[in-house]
């Protein structure tokens, strides 16, 4: 039995402690749930069968030795808080806000920290597919790593590099360019709608190679992103259109299955996939 914390009870957690609760999720149980505004967190553990504790701190999620991983489904800025004090109580740690990683310094502060402690960090395919193709031809020579994003303007509103950039997702007409570069600009300029530009980049030459761009584009209803990289092994072209979440337009659906199978994988025996 692996117990379980998550931080954020937004449209993310919210569908992973419902798998959970419900056993799709694998022999897991659900025993925390903590979010800066308690009374999501109050609502959501309500409406499961089997009520998890609400956290009134993370302290008290970290401190209680019963916990075997720490789920964090919020925001980077929730990974920047929380990962090292998660780490360093010997818990692992599933990062779905991937895009906190941009940060250079605080990439290689995590990874000194699983080094030293021996513990692990869980990062979903998420959105995109073609994560376990990537990886595997990055055990060889890769030439070209680019990822196109491209999402309806709800996805975007909110954005403040959108904002600055002085467009109105109102009256865009017209597939346009919001931003193209490294991986690690796009993650950090849109913290929250780009998160596969970073688990892409990890998986494969890192984010200052991968190219990244991002396309607002009115005539879709769905979050589409397409891979296509070139290297010793081929060529590989992938396409994933995902219906974005109902509670979170910036967020695919996909995204939080992902989380699910991640989780379940970690209780199987018999695992499938690189």
């Given at each position: ?15 992973l ?10 022999d897991?149980?659900?025993?925390y749930?903590?979010?800066v505004v308690?009374?999501?967190?109050v ?14 701190s993370i302290d ?11 789920i964090?489904?919020?925001a980077?800025?929730?990974v920047?808080?929380?990962?090292e004090?998660v ?9 779905l806000?991937v895009?906190?990683?941009?940060d ?5 502060k995590?990874?000194?920290i699983?080094e030293?402690?021996?513990v692990?960090v ?11 193709a990537?990886?595997a031809?990055?055990m ?7 990822l196109?994003?491209?999402k ?12 600055q950039?002085?467009?109105?997702l ?5 597939p ?5 570069g490294?991986a690690r ?12 530009a970073?688990t892409l980049s990890?998986?494969?030459v890192g984010?200052?190679k991968?190219?990244?761009k991002?396309?607002?584009?009115p ?13 010793a092994?081929?060529?590989l ?9 109902p ?8 995204a939080?299955?992902?989380a699910?199978r991640?989780?379940k994988q970690m209780?199987?025996?018999?695992r499938?996939?690189?």
């Amino acid at each position: 039995m692996i117990n379980v914390a998550i931080i954020g009870c937004g449209a993310i957690g919210s569908t992973l402690a419902k798998a959970i609760d419900e056993g799709k999720a694998g022999d897991v149980e659900l025993i925390y749930l903590f979010d800066v505004v308690k009374e999501k967190a109050v609502k959501l553990a309500d409406s499961l069968k089997k009520r998890p504790k609400v956290a009134g701190s993370i302290d008290e999620v970290v401190n209680d030795k019963k916990v075997n991983i720490v789920i964090e489904a919020a925001a980077p800025s929730a990974v920047k808080d929380y990962s090292e004090k998660v780490l360093l109580a010997g818990k692992d740690l599933m990062v779905l806000s991937v895009g906190a990683f941009y940060d250079q310094n605080f990439y290689e502060k995590i990874l000194k920290i699983l080094e030293e402690r021996g513990v692990h960090v869980y990062i979903p395919s998420g959105a995109i597919s073609g994560i376990d193709a990537v990886k595997a031809a990055a055990m060889e020579q890769i030439e070209r790593v680019e990822l196109v994003t491209r999402k309806p303007p709800a996805a975007f509103r909110g954005n403040e590099y959108v904002k600055q950039k002085g467009i109105n997702l109102d009256e865009v007409s017209e597939p346009t360019v919001l931003f193209e570069g490294a991986a690690r600009e796009a993650a950090r300029l849109f913290p929250k709608g780009i998160n596969v530009a970073l688990t892409l980049s990890l998986a494969g030459v890192g984010a200052d190679k991968t190219r990244v761009k991002v396309i607002v584009d009115p005539t879709v209803k769905k979050n589409i992103h397409e891979i296509h990289v070139e290297g010793a092994f081929g060529k590989l072209t992938c396409i994933t259109q995902n219906y974005p979440s109902p509670e979170n337009p910036e967020t695919s659906y996909l995204a939080a299955l992902s989380a699910i199978r991640t989780l379940k994988q970690m209780t199987e025996k018999f695992r499938v996939g690189t």
